[in-house]
């Protein structure tokens, strides 16, 4: 039975992150907001530490939690949807600390639109510190709101109301061993063709401690994995490879479609996602890291590594998965 006094519901997927989703539920207690029509859901997605005790922690807020057979983040953030109350649904993954304001600027900027989903700013956590965010943002009042293509949606912090997610048909996972990856792009592209319009919040901050940023080898190892998914999504909606700029140059070449200068990308691409000439590069990284040579430098020698990643991931999704029908 929904209860009426709730107005905004924090919905967290989680999964054996039990430390940090403390981190994340203690921030959400500092909050610049009235409690009493707060509701923080954790949906916890099969973990196997002791997650579960999260329940008797004492919070200002209401919070419910709901526990679920291992089936991925967008089947949890489903499952929390149809348990909320709130008329307005804060989608929070569970390693990002929020900012004081962040809830209430979310509130705000959804206030009086329709048919709108608001982001938040997500800033990665080790390369800013919270206290660069204690001073006032360098933007004025107008400009705190921003129009933004629907790709900018990140499953981590988005605002939409509770009858627009379960009206786009909430999240849906591309399959049974992807269940977390590229759904926020799959709802938001639905969201899109719905209508559906994206606005940036530039003051709702929220600071992510994403460990699959920490090296090298975790980076190209999420990619690998991402690019791979990204044929299944393909698969689901071919419109969908003009949109995303990381799979530029790694697709097939369209002899009749494709510019020449692009032909040559694709071309210079292949030669270089050997895992030769892979090899080669990753060893001249870590030479170049070590001896501290220019930042420039090494940044754009881990792009160029990432980005034949990249291309070998989604090279290996076409073997396992099959083609993508041309959309042309």
């Not at 510190?129 to 921003?146: A, N, Q, T, W």
């Not at 009749?256 to 032909?263: A, E, G, N, T």
């Not at 090494?298 to 099959?322: A, P």
């Amino acid at each position: 039975m929904r209860d009426f006094s709730i107005s905004l519901s924090v919905i967290i997927p989680t999964y054996n992150r039990a430390p940090i989703l403390a981190a994340t539920l203690d921030a959400i207690a500092k909050s610049n907001i009235d409690m009493n029509r707060l509701e923080v859901i954790v949906v916890d997605d099969g973990s196997s530490d002791d997650t579960w005790a999260i329940q008797s922690n004492k919070y200002p807020f209401l919070l419910r939690y709901l526990h679920q057979p291992n089936q991925g983040d967008a089947l949890a953030r489903n499952n929390g949807a149809q348990l909320s109350c709130g008329n307005l649904l804060v989608f929070l993954d569970d390693d990002i600390t929020v900012t004081p304001d962040l809830l209430a600027r979310l509130e705000i900027a959804h206030r009086d639109r329709k048919g709108v989903i608001v982001l938040g700013m997500l800033i990665t956590a080790n390369l800013r510190g919270l206290s660069d965010f204690e001073k006032p943002m360098d933007v004025r009042h107008s400009d705190l709101l921003i129009e933004v293509p629907f790709t900018e949606l990140q499953s981590g912090l988005f605002a939409i109301s509770r009858q627009d997610f379960c009206n786009i048909r909430m999240g849906q996972p591309l399959a049974p061993n992807y269940l977390s990856v590229w759904c926020d792009v799959e709802f938001a592209y639905r969201a899109d063709l719905a209508g559906f319009s994206f606005i940036r919040c530039l003051n709702a901050i929220g600071f992510h401690h994403d460990n699959t940023q920490r090296n090298l080898e975790t980076k190209a190892s999420r990619l690998r994995r991402v690019a791979k998914a990204g044929v299944l999504l393909f698969q689901r909606h071919p419109q969908l490879q003009e949109h995303l700029p990381m799979f530029l140059d790694k697709t097939e070449i369209i002899w009749r479609k494709d510019p020449p200068k692009l032909i040559a990308r694709k071309i210079a691409r292949t030669l270089a996602s050997t895992m030769l000439a892979l090899r080669v590069f990753e060893g001249l990284y870590v030479v170049l890291s070590v001896f501290g040579r220019p930042s420039l430098l090494v940044n754009s020698l881990e792009r160029w590594i990432l980005g034949g990643h990249i291309y070998r991931g989604y090279r290996q999704g076409l073997i396992e998965f099959g083609p993508i029908k041309p959309d042309y």
